[in-house]
């Protein structure tokens, strides 16, 4: 089964940055290079956001209007790899962070086959 890994959630400060990964395990052989990662959050009672998508060769990125200017998306195919660097965080970044495979670049959650699990971000001082 296919099974995306998030990791590099924490607690910081606002002001400071963390570094999300996401990673594909649980099938040998699969590679996220053909598929579109889209970075998705969902904070304690509201829906699921989507914040940032980057298209499988990487030459095309967006973001939301509310992390745009502080986050930026990239991808390392050789390394199996998107990351997602989060700088001058907000507290209202809180969020748990999911990365999310699929064949259309998008923010729309339903858009994407393949989940991981989560990674918690808290903003806090």
């Known amino acids: 089964q296919v099974q995306l890994v998030e990791s590099g959630g924490g607690l910081v400060r606002p002001g400071g940055s963390l570094r999300l990964s996401c990673a594909a395990s649980?099938?040998?052989?699969?590679?996220?290079?053909?598929?579109?990662i889209g970075w998705v959050r969902q904070a304690a009672g509201k829906e699921r956001e989507g914040v940032s998508y980057?298209?499988?060769?990487?030459?095309?990125?967006a973001y939301a209007d509310s992390v745009k200017g502080r986050f930026t998306i990239s991808r390392d195919n050789a390394k199996n790899t998107v990351y997602l660097q989060m700088d001058s965080l907000k507290p209202e970044d809180t969020a748990v962070y999911y990365c999310?495979?699929?064949?259309?670049?998008?923010?729309?959650?339903?858009?994407?086959?393949?989940w991981g699990q989560g990674t918690q971000v808290t903003v806090s001082s």
């Open positions: 999310a495979a699929g064949a259309v670049a998008s923010y729309f959650p339903g858009d994407y086959a393949y």
């Open positions: 649980g099938f040998t052989g699969f590679t996220l290079a053909p598929y579109a």
């Open positions: 980057i298209s499988s060769s990487g030459g095309d990125t």
